[in-house]
């Protein structure tokens, strides 16, 4: 019976193998690993083996075929035993396998392997071989040199950094039996060197593992080149707080170059490394230089992919449409998402005022433990407020009472916020903010903010549990709290254990302001921002940095972030503004590589926002032509409308004139105290009225200021005479007329004389028309002296149904007319702005569908 036997182990990790290797470590056995079911075809047909060792789960990646039914078909006569893990259900190996075991422990591993050889005895061998190391009388076991062999097939297999890494470490480990196992590699420029793979070690030390390349024994290797090997010394310092009793540590060579650091230690084992392991440790370090090159040249290559198709979509998404409010939104989220920010803003540059404004933000912010913004309640009368009564509450930029949640409101560029309590068993322990970046129209209703509030409960507890990630299903949630409040985006937190702070969590949501923000951020006593500005230069700097400015410390404070990179926006031939890419939870500063990147998205929106901006401008340029050439058709209009007036009023006069005179003569035959007499009295009256109303109809469409100057006329007495004239027309549909004239006589007022007359007589009417058959119909006429500001002011309002806002806009027009065809000509109250503006004051009117209409008139008083 041959004691030389070869067994096969097919597994994707090197427990198996180790396993394999100690089980039988007293037999004259050799061992060769495959880590993958490539690395197997290629052993069984290079090689010939006494047994196969197989792990269940080892797979053909194209086919899905596991490779023990593969072997199996292929190789039947060959010794087969399968590794399936415990709680791993694979069927159909039974039949296939000469044993089937479920656990590694060296007796269950040793009996397998001796049953399927048919041993009962094994007589004890070792088998070396010597290979080149740090001198001659070194040798490598063979079952060092098939696992240093297999390992490095099966790194250039790998691409994955993590993996490579991984594969590393675990071989360097089993290479020297030692406890733990650690790769350390720089991060950028900095001076400390960071752990990227491990084994052995525990949780709890590996996550904030760094050593500093200055003094410490793996810096010293990374510097040098040089690897260190200590014995037992007793307890070595590794880094603060971490000893170990013997470690090897080699450096990871590339072209002279130094990649990193491959260690070993021992912490609770006495055992010491020796030369022999350091050459094992070094040639592998050496085949690791380069898949780690690979790895990181490949990993290079996807990403700049990755960014490169980010860049596209981008690109697609902020020059989707020519709309300024889509740009400004699609550049601040598709710039988080590319460079994976908290938060987006984009400012405007105000050079006449040195302020900045905000256009556009986009947030998904959370704040890392000890970094959250904080609201002292003590100060803040609105959220104290919520906190005693346990109600939603408003808070008003214009309106609230003073305090630091009106100023934070302020200060966010809204114009109102809701704080929204976070109650859990009967106990408020948090508050919703809802943000408006406009004032609501119409509040939600409460119980959309009661369903806010679970759902805000509901966002932080799972925050919380996930360690403060902006995990999807927070995202989902967040959004649902928005659509429920109706706001632009919202806050949450906590409240500190004794009540006194409001402590900031999260913040989500996007905005656009399209005639600015609420509030400009004044930079005129930070002269480095504006330096940036005018020159365009780019801003890369944090809180914990040594050059921070202080106007980069102004803004970050405002924006509560802790790192902020400031690219200028250009467009049209000087800086617009500028981009903030915030990071609310690191101090860092950002890689080029993401300042590019940033620059690239930015120079997109700089294009797509000058070409959004023009398109705007032309259409507000066709507009305005629009409106010039109705104005020019309304003066065609008016113009027609004034010849035809002539014509009619010489056709009107002369009948007028004949009727006048001829009245005016036989009342030169009647005494003055008969019926007759007063009859004729009348209509010289009236025709002498018609006359005045053709006369100012004539100036009205055809004003001549020269022809009828203004005089100082009381505007009371012609209140008073237009009620007298059409008052019993008015009473008799059943409408009342109230008036309130001041019981003092007020100024004059300067205007021509009748044209007072003309504008109440035409305001009264149109408000009749407006009452008739309505409930209880009322119009109030009031009159009222202003010293301070030396005016008339006249309202003539009436409680029926009221004017849509869209024929406000157009009430003043000439020729608009909600009336039928041939009823009215939609000139009164066109008419009667030009009277008033004649007389140097203004009309307006107020109106709320359904709660009837107020006209009001404001006159300067004469000072002569």
Not at 582 to 604: H, I, K, P
């Amino acid at each position: 019976m041959s004691s030389h036997k070869k067994i096969l182990v097919v597994s994707g990790d090197y427990d198996l193998l180790h396993q394999a290797r100690q089980s039988l470590t007293d037999l004259g056995f050799s061992f060769q690993g495959a880590f993958s079911h490539r690395d197997a075809l290629y052993a069984i047909r290079n090689h010939e083996y006494d047994a196969i060792v197989v792990h269940a789960l080892v797979a053909d990646p194209k086919s899905g075929e596991y490779t023990a039914n593969y072997l199996r078909d292929a190789y039947q006569r060959m010794p087969m035993i399968i590794y399936v893990p415990e709680n791993v259900t694979v069927n159909g190996y039974g039949e296939s396998a000469d044993q089937v075991i479920s656990n590694l422990d060296e007796g269950t591993i040793r009996h397998a392997v001796l049953q399927v050889l048919h041993y009962h005895t094994a007589p004890i061998m070792l088998q070396t071989i010597q290979l080149k190391g740090r001198d001659d009388s070194e040798y490598w076991d063979v079952d060092e040199v098939q696992t240093f062999l297999a390992l490095t097939r099966s790194l250039t297999e790998v691409l994955d950094l993590h993996e490579v890494l991984s594969r590393v470490v675990i071989a360097a480990r089993q290479l020297t039996d030692a406890e733990e196992g650690m790769i350390l590699l720089p991060d950028g420029d900095s001076p400390e060197l960071y752990l990227r793979a491990r084994v052995g070690m525990d949780n709890a030390v590996a996550r904030n593992f760094r050593v500093k390349t200055s003094d410490t024994l793996a810096g010293q290797v990374f510097r040098t080149g040089q690897p260190v090997l200590i014995g037992q010394r007793g307890p070595l310092k590794v880094k603060t707080q971490y000893f170990v009793n013997a470690l090897l540590y080699v450096p990871i060579l590339l072209q002279g170059q130094t990649l990193g650091v491959l260690g070993v230690n021992n912490r609770t084992k006495h055992d010491v490394f020796n030369g022999h392991h350091e050459t094992l440790l070094l040639n592998l370090a050496a085949y690791a230089a380069i898949a780690i090159e690979n790895a990181r040249i490949h990993e290079q290559s996807m990403r700049r992919a990755r960014e490169l198709r980010a860049l596209v979509d981008a690109s697609e998404a902020i020059n989707a449409t020519l709309s300024v409010d889509h740009t400004l939104s699609a550049t601040c989220e598709q710039l988080a998402r590319v460079l994976g920010l908290s938060q987006a803003e984009i400012l405007e540059y105000d050079r006449i005022h040195a302020c900045l404004r905000t256009r556009a933000r986009f947030s998904r912010a959370i704040w890392r433990p000890g970094h959250e913004p904080r609201l002292s309640l003590a100060e803040c009368p609105t959220l104290t407020h919520v906190l005693r009564e346990g109600q939603p509450q408003l808070v008003h930029v214009d309106r609230s009472p003073p305090g630091a949640d009106r100023d934070y409101c302020a200060q966010s560029a809204a114009r109102a916020m809701v704080a929204v309590p976070i109650m859990g068993d009967e106990h408020l322990f948090g508050i919703l903010l809802a943000f408006y970046k406009q004032n609501p129209r119409k509040m939600p209703a409460t119980e959309q903010f009661m369903t806010a509030q679970y759902l805000g409960m509901e966002a932080l507890l799972e925050l919380l549990d996930k360690e403060r990630t902006f995990t999807p299903s927070v995202q989902r949630i967040v959004d649902e709290i928005n659509t429920l409040c109706e706001s632009d985006w919202c806050e949450a937190g906590l409240l500190t254990n004794d009540s006194s702070e409001f402590v900031l969590h999260f913040r989500s949501g996007n905005a656009t302001w399209l005639e600015g923000s609420a509030a400009d951020v004044s930079i005129a006593e930070y002269g480095d921002l504006r330096d940036a500005l005018e020159t365009q230069n780019i801003v890369n700097q944090h809180v914990e940095g040594e050059m921070l400015t202080p106007g980069v410390h102004y803004l970050l404070q405002m924006t509560n972030a802790r790192s902020m990179l400031a690219l200028p926006l250009n467009y049209r031939g000087q800086t617009q503004g500028a981009v903030l890419c915030l990071d609310m939870e690191n101090s860092r500063s950002f890689a080029m590589r993401e300042v590019d990147l940033g620059r690239a998205v930015v120079g997109q929106a700089a294009t797509a926002l000058e070409n959004a901006e023009l398109h705007s401008d032309l259409g507000s340029s066709l507009e305005k032509l629009q409106a010039a050439q109705e104005l020019l058709i309304q003066q065609a209009r008016l113009s027609a409308m004034g010849e035809l007036a002539a014509a009619v009023a010489h056709q009107v006069n002369n009948p007028l004139t004949t009727i006048v005179l001829d009245t005016e003569l036989m009342m030169l035959q009647e005494p003055p105290d008969t019926e007759r007499y007063q009859a004729l009295l009348a209509i010289v009256r009236s025709g002498k009225r018609a006359a005045s109303v053709m006369r100012r109809l004539l100036s009205a469409v055809r004003p001549q200021a020269d022809e009828t100057p203004p005089v100082p006329i009381q505007t009371i007495t012609t209140i008073e005479d237009t009620i007298a004239l059409v008052k019993s027309h008015i009473e008799r549909d059943g409408i009342r007329i109230l008036t309130q004239m001041p019981e003092e006589p007020i100024p004059p007022v300067m205007a021509v004389p009748g044209e007072l007359e003309d504008v109440w007589l035409n305001l009264l009417l149109n408000a009749h028309d407006a009452l008739v058959g309505y409930p209880k119909p009322v119009i109030r006429v009031t009159a009222e002296y202003d010293p301070d500001d030396r005016m008339v002011r006249v309202a003539i309002a009436d409680n029926g149904p009221g004017i849509a806002e869209d024929i406000q806009r157009h009430i003043f027009d000439a020729f608009f007319t909600t009336k039928p065809v041939g009823v009215g000509t939609g000139l009164g109250l066109h008419i009667c702005r030009q009277f008033v503006q004649r007389a140097g004051g203004q009309i307006t009117v107020q109106s709320v569908p359904g709660k009837g209409a107020r006209f009001a008139v404001d006159l300067p008083v004469s000072e002569r």
